[in-house]
């Protein structure tokens, strides 16, 4: 896993590939990226960079929203590592942050199995299940949450917080 520096930028880092969303088509005001792989021990890498990242901004988000963003990420890098690639280590997932004025975005980029949350059976709270709660954190901690592929197997996962 490594973490490359936050920087100041006038325009998004296409380096990274990112796919733009609403409120981030004028400009990313900050951003940054890791490298991390499927291995579950890199889940606190990711939570340490988000929070991080969103400790960096000026002005800060509310504490709530700061453990919600951290929370849905640690999620989605969790799906990615368990069931895109299958619980296999070692595979690339490539973390991207950017804030501007209106919002703040995490999207995860991978080469797993594509995820398609129509397909995702409803969560069952009647105490039956242990899991199944991923998307319902997910989608339940952001304003907007983004699944996206295509036929190179790059597959995105956009999580999206208005400011």
Avoid: W
């Avoid at 896993?1 to 981030?24: C, F, I, Q, T, W």
């Avoid at 800060?60 to 895109?84: F, Q, S």
Wanted: glycine content about 6%; aromatic content about 8%; proline content about 7%.
């Amino acid at each position: 896993m490594n973490a490359e520096k936050m920087r100041v930028l006038s325009e998004p880092d296409h380096r990274a590939g990112e796919p733009s969303g609403d409120a981030m088509e004028d400009s990313a005001d900050i951003s940054s990226c890791m490298n991390a792989t499927s291995s579950l021990s890199d889940l606190k890498p990711i939570r340490q960079f988000v929070l991080s990242f969103c400790n960096y901004l000026n002005p800060p988000i509310p504490d709530e929203g700061r453990y919600k963003l951290v929370l849905a990420a640690t999620e989605a890098a969790t799906n990615i590592m368990r069931h895109a690639y299958r619980g296999r280590t070692g595979q690339p997932i490539r973390v991207v942050a950017e804030a501007n004025d209106d919002a703040i975005r995490v999207v995860f980029r991978h080469h797993g199995s594509s995820f398609d949350p129509a397909n995702a059976p409803p969560p069952k709270f009647d105490g039956s299940k242990d899991g199944g709660f991923g998307v319902y954190v997910i989608e339940n901690c952001v304003d907007r949450v983004c699944y996206r592929s295509n036929s190179a197997d790059d597959n995105v996962i956009e999580l999206l917080v208005y400011r």
